[in-house]
């Protein structure tokens, strides 16, 4: 039972241009989200979060929106840059902090210059 | 500060064996959580230890085991080891509830 998926394994963009990696879940109780980055050889790196009292949180060139209704994340690079690729996790939790996080699938983000 | 590390970063078991892994958070991050990451099934969550008490369980079989020191460190243990355990294993520590997780470059095991 995958509750939290990334239909996407893989995503290109042009250098510049806007990346939007997308994430779907099934269980209305989770109420944190987060994603991660992750370069080969090295663990997911955290890059930005959101509660589900929100619906937009911004850092820098990161923005995640949360439509609780449509039970949708989504992540925004803008501009992206050559070193934004990596494999991009998006996870969830049941509350805030809490420790177990369940993660979606992963998707791939080339950015081609 | 030094980030997590993770011992050995990789392990080439057989079937049959068993194998212990080891994790040293960020000084003064008091919890440790497990994952196991496969092509298959993507990051899974093992287990979390909080001040040398196991605090939350992921659906893994009791063959999969952990613990934690009164310094933090956190080691786990594999069983009886299985093909389909290969994977990659990762380690995560954060100060306490309410902050994000920081995770380890994760330990490589391949069961043949």
């Known amino acids: 039972d995958q509750q939290v998926k990334q239909n996407s394994p893989s995503l290109s963009v042009q250098e510049g241009r806007i990346s939007i990696l997308n994430c779907d879940y099934t269980n209305s109780m989770f109420d944190y989200f987060l994603w991660y980055k992750k370069y080969p050889a090295e663990g997911p790196t955290f890059l930005i979060s959101?509660?589900?009292?929100?619906d937009k949180n911004e850092d820098g060139r990161f923005t995640v929106f949360l439509n609780k209704s449509a039970k949708h994340l989504s992540l925004h690079i803008v501009p992206s840059q050559p070193g934004d690729s990596a494999v991009y996790f998006c996870a969830a939790s049941k509350i805030q902090g809490a420790q177990k996080l369940v993660f979606g699938q992963g998707t791939r983000l080339t950015i081609n210059p | 500060k030094a980030g997590v590390t993770q011992t050995p970063r990789y392990l080439i078991k057989t079937r049959g064996q068993q194998v212990t892994l080891s994790c040293s958070p960020i000084s003064g991050h008091r919890s440790v959580s497990w994952y196991q990451q496969t092509p298959g099934q993507g990051l899974q969550f093992l287990f979390e230890?909080?001040?040398?008490?196991?605090?939350n369980k992921g659906n893994f079989p009791g063959r999969f085991s952990g613990r934690q020191f009164s310094n933090s460190r956190s080691e786990m243990n594999v069983s009886t080891l299985e093909l389909g355990d290969s994977a990659l294993y990762l380690c995560?520590?954060?100060?306490?509830?309410?902050?994000?997780?920081?995770f380890g470059p994760g330990t490589r095991l391949t069961v043949l």
């Open positions: 230890y909080f001040s040398e008490t196991q605090r």
């Open positions: 959101i509660s589900s009292i929100k």
């Open positions: 995560a520590s954060s100060p306490s509830v309410n902050n994000e997780q920081f």
